[in-house]
């Protein structure tokens, strides 16, 4: 019934590094934890885990993430960024916009989830970093969701095999040529010369092209309490920035609320 993720079908279509190493589990606590093990003994750059069940699969703020055997992606990949940490946030950003092509549906609401074009949630993106490595984990309703979400297959027909590998070969590229930016290193296919700061630009403004948060009213639920605005833009340390009565506030984490966009109401 899994077959079609296991790793002689996946591997033949990987573009760059990130999957290579590949550990297909039908169950786990979580792809995450299976990931960090794995990075602690050494595992290369790219190496992934997919995993049918996670018995305690979690999202952002600690909330739990529950996913439907065999109807559901949810994995996790290992990057080993050469990029400062404060520049993380970039590849979070370029996880949501890879995300976004490799799905063809839908839009980003701010820090990281995937939305329907109705507002329900589609998948869900988590960076949890280690020690000189970072864990970026996905998880995304294929063909059920929980209660309130939405699953991919509701438009259209959709093979798990090939969002994996569109999302893997996607960001396996910006993510090389971002890094190239930072080491201004000319050799990665596609860097043709460009500035750190083109790459920079690259990644932010290919999510502004998908946002669902920019330019809307919103409403945060920030760490110092709430706060209500319009979202006027994102920054590269990963921020919104929200304009609050004519001034821009930067907010580095909290949950969003799109006001009266898909009935959202504070
Ligand atoms: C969120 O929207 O809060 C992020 C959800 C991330 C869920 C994925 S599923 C694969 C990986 N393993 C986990 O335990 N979490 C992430």
Redesign the pocket.
């Known amino acids: 019934m899994f077959g079609e993720l296991k790793p002689e079908v996946l591997l033949p279509l990987l573009e760059t590094p990130l999957g290579r190493a590949y550990r297909y589990l039908r169950r786990t606590t979580?792809?995450?934890d299976a990931v960090k093990a794995w990075a602690e003994e050494g595992a290369p750059e790219g190496a992934l885990v997919v995993a049918e069940t996670?018995e305690?699969?979690?999202?952002?703020?600690g909330?739990p993430?529950q996913?439907a055997p065999g109807a559901s992606l949810?994995?996790?990949v290992l990057l080993r960024p050469r990029l400062p940490p404060e520049r993380f946030p970039l590849l979070s950003f370029a996880a949501g916009v890879a995300l976004r092509e490799a799905c063809g549906v839908g839009g980003l609401k701010w820090p990281n989830?995937l939305l329907a074009s109705d507002g329900r949630?589609l998948a869900?993106?988590?960076l949890e970093a280690g020690r000189g490595y970072v864990v970026l984990?996905?998880?995304l309703n294929i063909r059920e969701a929980p209660p309130g979400a939405a699953a991919l297959a509701e438009f259209g027909p959709v093979e798990r095999l090939e969002v994996l590998a569109g999302f893997l070969n996607r960001l396996g590229h910006s993510y090389a040529s971002l890094e190239a930016g930072f080491r201004g290193d000319s050799r990665v296919a596609g860097f043709r010369g460009d500035s750190r700061v083109d790459k920079v630009s690259q990644v932010l403004t290919a999510w502004r092209r998908y946002s669902l948060t920019l330019g809307q009213e919103v409403l945060l639920e920030t760490p110092q309490g709430p706060l209500r605005g319009r979202a006027a833009d994102i920054a590269e340390d990963g921020s919104l920035l929200v304009e609050v009565s004519g001034t821009i506030r930067r907010v580095t984490s909290g949950d969003v609320a799109l006001i009266g966009t898909f009935g959202e109401r504070p």
Not at 56 to 61: I, P, S
């Open positions: 979580s792809t995450q996670q305690k699969g979690r999202g952002r703020r909330r993430w996913s949810t994995f996790s989830d949630k869900g993106i988590l984990g996905v998880g």
